[in-house]
Every structure is written in structure tokens, then in C-alpha cells.
């Protein structure tokens, strides 16, 4: 039986901070480094050792990935890091304060923004500070001006399929460090959950998920390893 471990970065910089991150690269606090490295003492002591691990190409989740693998032992594993596991992109939203954000759009249209399925934010302006465009790290890849969570599961999941679900095929322990949206995508298809429920669903940082598959890669029953 394989195992699939599914780890929200640690708190970040912005998420303290109360901003619209998205995919704009902010570091871990002091308290997110000490959830990174929990996360990997709680897989040591359950016995929960990956064997290949997963990534996106956002510095806080790197840094949780590494955190985790050096507490349980494993920081010699292979990673792969791909940007279709990056958080989804908040567009014109990224960098506000979400607050005074509620203060000038109300809370109902923030509400939208933040929490619907298929509806994105308003779309970043070209050459907004927060434009990415040409970062090197995604050369040749189209930088999405805005997303949604519908858009960001049309991004993760055939990802999931070519990519991560292979590895779990071959009896793999596979752990993804990941994003809130790029995480509930992946939860959303494994526990089947509605296109209404998933928005209310909250993944905590730092917090290991734990599927079991078994032969035919179907997901079991969700956990979280502190539970297990």
C-alpha cells in the first residue's frame, strides 16, 4: 500500500501579515519554520518516512519541504519542483491587505473573490509590481494574470495524473509540500468533495493529511497524521 503525505507551508510572512499573497514569493516566519519542522518530528515518530517528495516553485513551501525532510531524516530524497503546484494567483488582489481590502470593496465582493468556485479575482495589470512575467523561474510558461479555484484545479490535477499518481503506483511514499488552493484541488478530487463544499474547506499549515492507496490508486479515508 501506498501513501500520499499532503503538508500546507508553514505560515508565511504574508499570511502574519494579513496580505493577498498568491503566487508572490514571501518567506516563513519564526512560526512557520517551527510548524515546517513539526511536521517533520510528528512523520518521524508515526513511522511515516516519504520516499519521493513534490514541490512548488514558492520559496515557503521549498523551505517546509526541507524543514520537514530534515527532521524525519530524509533530506537526501529526490524533490521535484513544478510551478503547477504553486498557490492559486489572486491577481490584482496580491499584496493588499485583506482588511482594508473589505474596507473599500465591502465583504460580500470579497467574499466572492476569496471563496468562490469559479469566479477569479480582477486580473493583474501589466507590469504591476507583483507581475511575474520574466522571474526566470517561469520562463516559457504563460504567468496567469488571475486565478480561480476552478482555474487552479484545471492546473493541478492533470499534473496530479502525469506526474505524482505514477509515483504512488510503484508503491512510492510520496509527500507534496504545497498551498491552501493547490492542496484543497487535490483533496477536493480524492475525497470527492462538492464544488460548493470545497470553498468552506480550511487546510491548516503545517498539518501532514495522510491517503492510503491501494492497489487499484483509489484514495482512502482522509487524516490528519496527528490522528492517526
Known amino acids: 500500500m501506498s501513501k500520499l503525505i499532503l503538508v500546507r507551508h508553514g505560515q508565511s510572512e504574508w499570511n502574519l501579515a494579513n496580505r493577498f499573497t498568491g503566487w508572490w514569493d514571501v518567506d516563513l516566519t519564526d512560526k512557520g519554520v517551527a510548524e515546517a519542522r513539526a511536521a517533520g518530528v510528528l512523520l518521524a515518530a508515526k513511522g511515516v518516512l516519504p520516499t519521493i517528495a513534490f514541490t512548488s516553485l514558492q520559496t515557503r513551501a521549498i523551505k517546509t519541504l526541507n ?19 504553486n498557490e492559486r494567483h489572486y491577481g490584482g488582489l496580491t499584496g493588499l491587505d485583506k482588511q482594508q481590502t473589505r474596507d473599500k470593496h465591502g465583504d ?9 468556485f469559479d469566479i477569479p479575482p480582477p486580473a ?22 488571475a486565478e480561480s479555484l ?5 492546473r493541478v490535477l492533470p499534473y496530479w495524473e502525469s506526474a ?4 504512488l503506483a510503484k ?28 470553498t468552506g474547506l480550511e487546510i491548516p499549515t503545517g498539518q501532514p ?3 492510503d492507496f ?4 483509489v484514495a482512502g479515508e482522509r487524516r490528519y497524521l496527528k490522528d492517526c
Open 171 to 198: 508503491g512510492k511514499t510520496v509527500i507534496v509540500s504545497a498551498h491552501g488552493n493547490s492542496l484543497r484541488a487535490l483533496v477536493k478530487h480524492l475525497s470527492n468533495i462538492s464544488d460548493d463544499d470545497i
Open 214 to 217: 491501494d492497489g487499484t490508486q
Open 124 to 145: 493583474m495589470e501589466p507590469g504591476s509590481e507583483f507581475d511575474l512575467s520574466d522571474d526566470p523561474r517561469y520562463a516559457g510558461i504563460e504567468v496567469p494574470m
Open 67 to 85: 524543514l520537514a525532510l530534515e527532521e524525519c531524516g530524509r533530506l537526501w530524497l529526490p524533490v521535484i519542483k513544478d510551478w503547477h503546484l
Open 108 to 116: 460580500e465582493q470579497v467574499h466572492i473573490w476569496r471563496r468562490s
Open 164 to 167: 505524482i499518481l505514477p509515483q
Open 150 to 154: 476552478k482555474l487552479t484545479i484545471e
Open 209 to 211: 493529511i495522510i491517503y
